[in-house]
């Protein structure tokens, strides 16, 4: 749901932070916890500490114009003595994101990681290939919007819909948009397209993919280890797609006894549709952590991988 007023003070907040050239990359949660238990590293110093390393900060740490966009913005929450933010900002290029808070626990947390640049390289590559042409595109589960901006950057005159079921995500994907100078991004809540109308030259997504045993929307892949949605992205594709239209999907796979099953199952409902496709994998091994649980006991590693996949003509 909108709320104007803060909404308004976000985005002030956001261009203040790329006026005065904020930066940061945000990491992965166990380094981000590592980092933080450094001593010294309790309380922030600096606006870099709290709104990228989501740090609490005590009165006298930030300039008293950024605090009262802060509050004003309502992403302030009392800590101790002090406050702590519930948003970060991190940056790809010249961009800045808005997205949840370290650590992202919540079960409609907005995620934002290493998987996120690695997303946004692996379209940016795709995209630039000449003869691409895209009227009409869509993010499915697209957060805080890095893959929805990349696309409507590339191609100014697409119509581009952010699709997500996390009302937190499409705010942050307008705010996004607007600090993009991308405002024609359409933000729509949307269980896969189920909300969206039409057929799309270009179907972008990179979805959770985890077997999570909370069952976190941001994070829980769902199906077989944690491929459920990944599948389910590529039915929609095929149903939806337009002659010539294409899918790039970025996901995570389990890999068992040296056998990708999600590039077996996603290739054979491609081929029976008549698709072209192409699988590439981009980081052999990610979150290593999960193989110490249940549901990755047969697993030999977890892999980065893009999915390319092209309706005929025809």
């Not at 590592?34 to 922030?44: E, H, K, L, M, S």
């Not at 609490?56 to 509050?71: E, I, K, N, S, Y």
Request: hydrophobic letters at 45%; charged letters at 25%; proline letters at 5%.
């Amino acid at each position: 749901m909108s709320d104007q007023p803060r909404d308004d003070a976000l985005l002030a907040l956001g261009r203040a932070l790329m006026a005065g050239g904020y930066r940061f990359t945000t990491i992965t949660q166990a380094s981000h916890r590592r980092v933080n238990a450094r001593p010294g590293n309790d309380w922030a110093r600096g606006i870099t500490d709290v709104l990228g390393w989501s740090r609490p900060f005590r009165d006298g740490a930030l300039d008293h114009a950024t605090v009262q966009l802060m509050r004003a913005a309502g992403i302030l929450e009392p800590h101790e003595d002090g406050w702590r933010c519930t948003l970060r900002a991190s940056t790809i290029g010249d961009l800045l994101f808005f997205h949840s808070a370290f650590p992202t626990s919540d079960d409609d947390a907005v995620f934002f990681g290493p998987d996120t640049y690695r997303f946004v390289r692996a379209l940016e590559a795709c995209l630039a290939v000449p003869g691409n042409e895209v009227r009409r595109a869509v993010d499915i589960g697209c957060g805080g919007g890095p893959g929805a901006l990349t696309v409507a950057r590339r191609f100014p005159g697409a119509e581009v819909v952010g699709a997500d079921i996390n009302e937190r995500a499409l705010r942050l994907t307008r705010i996004n948009a607007r600090l993009a100078g991308e405002g024609k991004v359409v933000a729509v809540n949307s269980n896969l397209l189920a909300g969206v109308d039409g057929a799309f030259d270009l179907i972008i997504s990179n979805p959770p993919y985890v077997q999570d045993p909370d069952q976190r929307t941001y994070r829980h892949g769902g199906g077989e280890l944690g491929a459920g949605l990944s599948l389910a992205i590529v039915d929609a594709a095929i149903e939806r797609l337009a002659p010539g239209g294409a899918l790039l999907l970025y996901t995570g796979v389990a890999i068992v006894d040296g056998a990708d099953p999600f590039r077996r199952e996603a290739g054979a409902r491609l081929d029976r549709a008549g698709f072209g496709w192409a699988y590439e994998e981009i980081d052999p091994d990610i979150f290593g952590s999960e193989l110490a649980s249940a549901a990755y006991a047969s697993a030999d590693r977890l892999a980065a991988v893009l999915l390319r996949a092209e309706r005929p003509l025809q």
